[in-house]
């Protein structure tokens, strides 16, 4: 099964289990504001929830912007897009199905958006396309705008690994086997969780791509040292 056909399956289920982690959308909302903090609350604002999912991220990035920002949407997995498209959002919030890695830069607007929110994308990026799933992102914002990126990642971390494993193999999969019937998903999120880069390797394809001021921060509570948020902002043009 592909990762999208795992998604695509889950999708109608799965705000139901994630929302069983009261940080999940704590977090969310915290990554939004990040982002709207550096760009700015202005008129006009143009912004992207790159893996949007179920939408839940989407909803924490409009809550946190001004009115009338526009926000577009884009996911790998059509399940996850038909759950987003189900809720209630403002005229200036759309939709659409993309594919990290093999974005379609031009159409959507090289240079375009003052700002990216990407949860819970990278990891699922093969890693032969994640430089370029990088590269897309770098080239999609305006000069000066700000990505911010939420992702788990425990290599390197023996503590978070162990707890990863044991909330896993304790929480996460049985629940989406009883739940969801879906065990292919939920084992492989936890096993794309273990295979991820490093913060700091993570960071590292930030900067070969252009991007500077790379910042980041953990999670709190259990998540500690296994959910971060890094915030990356493009060179501003020069003269």
């Known amino acids: 099964m592909t990762t999208s056909a795992a998604f695509d399956r889950g999708a109608s289920r799965y705000d139901l289990l994630v ?4 940080g999940y959308h704590r977090e969310l909302r915290r990554a939004a504001r990040a982002l709207i903090a550096r760009v700015g609350r202005r008129p006009g604002l143009r ?3 790159l893996a949007c999912g179920t939408g839940a991220s989407t909803r924490a990035l409009v809550a946190a912007a001004p ?3 526009e926000v577009l949407g884009l ?3 059509y399940g996850m897009l ?3 498209d189900r809720r209630t959002w403002p005229e200036s919030v759309t939709f659409a199905h993309a594919v990290a890695g ?9 240079g375009s958006r003052d700002g990216i929110l990407t949860c819970y994308l990278f990891r699922n990026v093969p890693v032969h396309l ?3 799933a990088v590269a897309e992102v770098y080239e999609l914002l305006a000069p000066g705008g700000w990505l911010v990126v939420q992702e788990y990642s425990v290599t390197g971390n023996r503590r978070a690994r162990l707890v990863w494993d044991a909330v896993c193999r304790a929480i996460i999969i049985p629940l989406g086997i009883v739940v969801d019937r879906n065990r292919d998903l939920y084992e492989y999120l936890w096993r794309s969780v273990i295979q991820f880069d490093t913060v700091t390797r993570f960071a590292d394809r930030l900067v070969a791509a252009g991007f500077t001021d790379v910042a980041h921060r953990t999670a709190t509570g259990w998540q500690r040292g296994i959910l971060h948020t890094i915030v990356a902002r493009k060179l501003e043009e020069t003269r």
């Open 75 to 77: 996911d790998a997995s």
């Open 82 to 84: 038909e759950q987003a």
């Open 67 to 69: 009115e009338g920002t």
């Open 19 to 22: 929302g069983l982690d009261p």
């Open 130 to 132: 994640r430089d370029r």
């Open 102 to 110: 093999e974005l379609d830069v031009a159409a959507l607007g090289r």
């Open 47 to 49: 912004l992207v929830d």
